[in-house]
């Protein structure tokens, strides 16, 4: 299905739209004020304008700054016109220029209604890669973290070099395997796991060394 409802709780929604190359784009909604925050734009994002139209959408969120992440914000950002966050060293890949910049340094809180959103920067896939944790208030004990390319279930997303892969694994021990376990994983593409069951299978990958010359397509298992 193109588009579904991930989370319906009291405090907020999220949908996934499913489009591009085969890329994941949500909007969180708060239950209470409408607000609502884009994360990631994908190309063709019919879907995802047509629901984004219903909320009153208050910021837009990159992961980074890849091609497919981006590639439908020029039509998102005319649409909307609000503040976008994605990591410095990736701003460069937007396609049009947003009306302002969210900071999205890690611990910066992006806040809109009952929707508070941790940056966390994580750099390998991309030099400006980040992603951003949503915490649970009192919406059914629910918490996510929107990883984009940075981690998927079964390993990290693709590495252009050893170098890159290392910043990778360094960024998820660092910001992303200190969250608790039940957070579930929402990438940039395909389906989800959560906090513990991708931890459980990264400490098996560390637990030998690695090939010097390892990257591209890494999997933990």
């Keep these: 299905m193109p588009t579904s409802m991930v989370h319906n709780g009291s405090a907020w929604s999220i949908q996934r739209f499913i ?18 925050i884009i994360i990631d734009t994908p190309a063709n994002p ?19 700054g890849h091609q497919d992440h981006v590639e439908g914000f020029a ?14 060293p990736d701003r460069a890949s937007l396609p049009s220029t947003p ?6 340094t890690t611990g910066t809180l992006i806040e809109v209604g009952e929707i508070t959103l941790e940056a966390r920067f994580t750099p390998g896939h991309t030099p400006g890669s980040t992603c951003y944790v949503l915490r649970s208030k009192s919406d059914d004990g629910k918490s996510f973290v929107f990883t984009g390319d940075t981690l998927f279930p079964g390993g990290p997303g693709r590495s252009s070099s050893n170098e890159a892969l290392e910043h990778i694994v360094s960024s998820l021990k660092d910001q992303i395997y200190t969250l608790p376990g039940e957070h579930v994983i929402l990438p940039g ?19 030998t060394p690695w090939d010097a010359s390892l990257s591209g397509d890494v999997t933990w298992i």
């Design 19 to 36: 489009s591009g190359f085969a890329n994941n784009a949500f909007l969180i909604t708060c239950a209470t004020t409408n607000k609502s």
């Design 99 to 104: 009306i302002s910049s969210i900071d999205v």
């Design 46 to 64: 019919t879907d995802l304008i047509a629901a984004a139209k219903q909320t009153d959408v208050s910021a837009i969120l990159i992961t980074h």
């Design 75 to 88: 039509e998102v950002n005319e649409l909307f016109s609000v503040s976008t966050g994605i990591g410095t």
């Design 189 to 207: 593409h395909g389906e989800f796991t959560d906090i513990g069951s991708s931890r459980k299978e990264f400490e098996q990958f560390i637990s």
